[in-house]
């Protein structure tokens, strides 16, 4: 594999403070593709920037995060995720569409990683046959969605407002409706959420394993929970956008560290999916 022009560093996410973590702090495995193809200079500050804040959000809520490079040359050893006692799956490029059968190119794509799909599949259904606490954000909540079953929709259009137009932000604001009764309705204390957008795929048929518990004013699945494990939970949009609410971020992480912190004592669980 040969080192694009544009090219993030592992040292550039870097949190503060993470050597000054007490020795038994959880620590979390946090899976992300921090070089996906065709990175410009845009999206590796975007990549930079959101994986540093969501690494340092890890600090800051007591946990000792442990850097799960996806789009490495040489891909880390699956015990190190294993051995976790959580793990956060970050965002980043599309998911390649032949993992759930849409045939042909797909407007507006970028990003695709077949490899770093696969591997990051593998390390979601590992997390949740032994029920680690589980966060995957964006486009680790679409590949939650295939690891468990399901569907993604290749590409919304135009004119969606899931994703800043040329000229507009990049992650533009909106209102989604929680599920009362879901984890995220707990974390948040509230019905409705004002969240950061980015993306064009969203979740099509949702995996029989998982309930909806976040939807768009125009029906698009915003976020998903495992119906049978303890906590595992995918959020389309960015809580780790650091021009988002600090408050919300705070909420969802807390309560995400708070999981890792009980999950080194959960026994593994099987799972059954649906044929």
Known sequence: MNRQ???LNAHEVTPVG???LRAKAPTVATVVSLNFPGLTPQTRDLMRRRTRTALQCLVNTGARPILVDSSAR???DPAVTASADAVL???GGDVDPALYGAGGPVPNGYGVDRRADL???DLLEQSLDRDAPLLAIGRGAQLLNLA???TLVPDLGTGHGHRG???DPVCPEEEVALEPGSRLAAVFGARRLTVRSDHHQALGVVAPELRVTAVAEDGVV???EHLDRTWAVGVQWHPEDSHGSAADRGRLFSAFVEQAGSGRRRAPRSRVLAA
Do not use: D, K
Request: aromatic share 8%; hydrophobic share 40%; with cysteine.
């Open 5 to 7: 022009a544009v090219h």
């Open 18 to 20: 993470l050597w000054s």
């Open 74 to 76: 040489e891909l880390p």
């Open 89 to 91: 799956v970050l965002g």
């Open 119 to 121: 591997y990051t599949v």
């Open 148 to 150: 468990c079953g399901g």
């Open 165 to 167: 137009a040329p000229g």
């Open 222 to 224: 915003e976020a998903t």
